[in-house]
């Protein structure tokens, strides 16, 4: 059972836009036992997107178009779509009613010919209902592969995923189960890892597929399966990273190898520990408390955070006095030490991390080159700053100092 | 001259991450007058590797790839390339002096074998400096195509593409000029839109595309065109769009009809009007704040922001009074209005944002629903909230808060 998606719109090949669609779909079909082979991405061009179709219905069973159902002219997947199966389109008075309940309710206007026009479906197809959006989901089949368009708006295309396509393939094949399962190390070199796990990685069994996902400071190790017991997966799969645990233990980035992102382990510990964080954040402009807040239930162990961007707030409302930063500068260990103690004081939590550097692409008024960032903890026990010099565009720089600050307090945690 | 983009790694096929690194290949190829009109991702699997590149040697004058080039056995994309152009593996030992030097700067340890096969590259290759890791580009041709592969890890591959990739193109192919213009609209769907703009739409010159980008309350329209003089083409895009300003005056997002994101038009009208925001986040979490501050030179209009995540933060930091939460709730207008009012004293800036809602999966001790979210602004005029109930997921509902808290203070900018 496999299967291939294909992405449509000029938008995708102009890098205006990155296509997200694709991970989430692979991701669903994954749960149920689907495995994705290949993910297409074509221009708004009709003979384009034919070609597409007949090469992928050569490989896949399955195969998922998202883009080009709108109503106006640069939208040509359904045309296409129909030209491919050689169908025409009718009307579907289901989709009609649809389309007019809900120009209703969001604009309370009648419905114009462009919108009368998503309720011409091909003859031929299984109308899926898309409850956010005026372009139905269409599911048609050619020989035997199984071909689904939808939308490529994200949220009216996981609506109809969750709602209607995975509900269909669940009911229409028979699929096997895959399973994977990640741990998350850091510290050490992908290589060096491979040659810590080099007899165990050869004794794996064949049919346990291992794959090193490198980031920056940490690999990830994913193990994946496919079989008829799920249970039987898990165990074997569970069972071979228990054999490697012991190797690992220096490295595990959170003592517990569970596939958890940096900002959920920490959660977990916090939670677990019954403790508290805030963030006095600078040059990370608020990325740590939106990344930290991303986790559900994270409220239990986060306190806030202050974005203090101007000098100002960190004079007024994190009282890092004008002194301080006159005499070390606004970027320097001993500011993001005042920063890191005056938050864990005003949120009255037990853990506080604060940030300031230059981002870029200018230096501002600061003394300290683009790059340069300090990262401050503050803990029950004290306090502490480090300092990082990282290479890269503004959003890099946001991007370490963020991965950084998260392994800081993790450590520390651990 | 048209280019395809290969993408390889399991990781993408099972959805665990997003492939970001084709959209920023295909913007920067763009900037210098090359198409991309195809965009594969294929697993880590030799015979797959090999179909793909031959499929894309007949279409494309440029392929370009990423992944696979790691040290580690699930690599396999170099052994693959090797085949495809019946070449065998050499020592490079420029490579293997870089891969040296780089293990000696960030592990201060010697390299092992593994290390050292990154510096066995194809014959026929010439090789491109990876900066930043062991991996280095190949670039190889095989009858009049161009292909040429790069490590996958995003800030190697960027670096790679600016320093080597791109010059190198520049210096071997004659392009012409690529021209996107994208200007955002808001409040009107997109087929009304496409309604208002057909007389336009239709007199369009052949050479001139137009796309209709729908978003989440909002519609973008690019124009592209490709030629030889980079001037003409730009005076005929902005031409086109000249004549639809007047029929857009009341839908634009920003009074000036450019290709701006959000917060990019907020920043730049407070900086023109020499005005600051802060802002008090909390079913936000922070994101608006990050957001803005991915803005370079937003410094000069950012005083900060409080992500007052704690009802106790609300309190004690932002000064919102026990009584009132009591009374209305902490997710209600009058709490949301007072964070406002707040954050526009405390930061000492103009204006002031907040959000207060339940972004779920649960209402947590809330007394409202999940999707409930009040959005204030305070302004040197007064204060005022409005109320949003959003469909979806903590993820989405998120997204939208922030979106919405855009338009809230762009629309009262403009």
Redesign the interface.
Known sequence: MTAEIITIG???????????N???????L?KIGI??????????QHS?ILT?LE?ASKRADIVILTGGL??????VTKGAFCAYFEDVLVRNEEVLAQVEAL?KK??N?P?????REQAMVPSKAIVLNNKYG?APGLWMKKGATVFIAMPG?P?EMKALMELEVIPKLVREFKRPF?F?K?IRTFGL????L??RLEAW?NSLPKAI????????GTVRL?L?GKGEDRELLRISIEGEFEKIYPLLEDILSNGLGEAEELPASVSRLLISKKQSL??A?SCS??????R???I????SC?????????T??KE??LGVSAGLIASHGVVSGQVAEKMAQNARK???SDYALSTTGVA???K?DSQAEVGTVFIGLATPQGIFSKKFEF??N???I?ERSVNEAFKIILKELL
Chains 1, 2 share one sequence.
């Open positions: 000029d938008e995708i090949l102009i890098g205006q836009i990155v296509d997200t694709s991970a989430h779909i692979a991701q669903e994954n495995s994705v082979h290949q993910i297409t991405s074509v221009e708004d384009h597409t090469e709108g109503p106006t002219k640069d939208d120009f969001i604009n206007s419905i114009s010919d462009l919108n005026t708006v949220f895959i994977h990640t070199a992908e290589s060096a491979a040659e990685e597929k291992l794959a090193y996902l490198p980031g920056s994913r994946s805030s963030l954040e402009g608020g990325e740590i408390a939106a930290f807040t991303k559900p239930g994270v409220s986060f306190k806030g955070g202050l974005v203090s961007y101007a100002q707030a007024d409302i005003i949120f009255k870029g692409p200018s501002g290479t890269g503004r959003e890099q946001v």
